[in-house]
């Protein structure tokens, strides 16, 4: 690599395929309530929330928002639901183990997620691909989630640090499924690259300088190039 110093990735949607578990955990969260979180209207308003962002969001676009104890108590039950639904299976993408370990033996890696932490370390753990990412951030660990560039900025702090070298957010990649992680990605002075996991590419043209199907797709050559641009 001549231009490429480092990957950021977003966890659910590039890394893990559980989107649609996390879905499925806010719904049953939300069974006991007078509220309905469609499968359309969390694809297209709330994906890019963080679990309390969700909550708080569905809650006032629907006229009947949520005081912040049962908030709290909402982000718990689905994280425990959550939990429950992605020990019933693989979670990982094809290609995905093979790709990390490629990178990782070239530059330095990290992670910028809404998902919790500990739910982002479990699926690592289990994976044996902990080890290839110098900083792990997940939601529990910025003031502010994606859209704002607090989670890329973040993880890029950490990541130089565990680097022990400086690194340029002009040189580093970001790759990520939904147009709120773009953005999130490209405040932070990042290079962006999608992935069509999540949603279809003509909904990230516009907010990506790079758009693949996957990251079995995605050679580190082609981040190199985008980088030395």
């Known amino acids: 690599m001549t231009a490429l110093q480092a990957i950021i990735l977003d966890f659910d949607g590039v890394v893990a395929n559980s989107e649609r578990l996390h879905m499925r955990a806010f719904q049953e969260a939300l069974a006991p309530t007078s509220l309905v979180l469609t499968d359309e209207a ?39 639901r959550y939990e429950a639904l992605a020990a019933a299976g ?3 993408f094809p290609g995905v183990p093979a790709f990390i370990r ?4 070239l530059v330095p890696l990290a992670i910028a997620s809404g998902a919790h932490t500990r739910e982002i370390e479990d699926v690592l753990a289990q994976s044996g691909l902990r080890q290839c990412f110098l900083a792990v951030v997940g939601a ?10 607090d989670p890329y900025l973040e993880a890029f702090a950490r990541m130089q640090a565990a680097a022990g070298r400086p690194l340029s957010a002009r040189h580093t990649v970001a790759i990520e499924d939904s ?7 490209r405040a932070a002075g990042l290079r962006t690259v999608a992935v ?5 590419a003509a909904a990230l ?25």
Do not use: M
């Not at 147009?179 to 990605?185: F, K, N, P, Q, T």
């Open 42 to 80: 969390y694809y297209e308003r709330y994906l890019g929330f963080d679990d309390a962002g969700v909550f708080k969001a569905l809650g006032q676009n629907l006229g009947a928002p949520f005081d912040a104890a049962t908030v709290q108590a909402l982000v718990t039950d689905k994280a425990h």
């Open 102 to 105: 490629r990178a990782a033996a």
């Open 196 to 200: 069509t996991n999540t949603y279809p």
């Open 179 to 185: 147009r709120w992680g773009l953005d999130s990605a």
């Open 205 to 229: 043209i516009a907010h990506a300088e790079l758009v693949v199907a996957n990251l079995g797709t995605l050679d580190l050559a082609t981040l190199d190039r985008l980088c030395a641009a």
């Open 90 to 92: 693989e979670l990982l």
């Open 140 to 149: 529990d660990q910025t003031a502010n989630s994606k859209p704002a560039p």
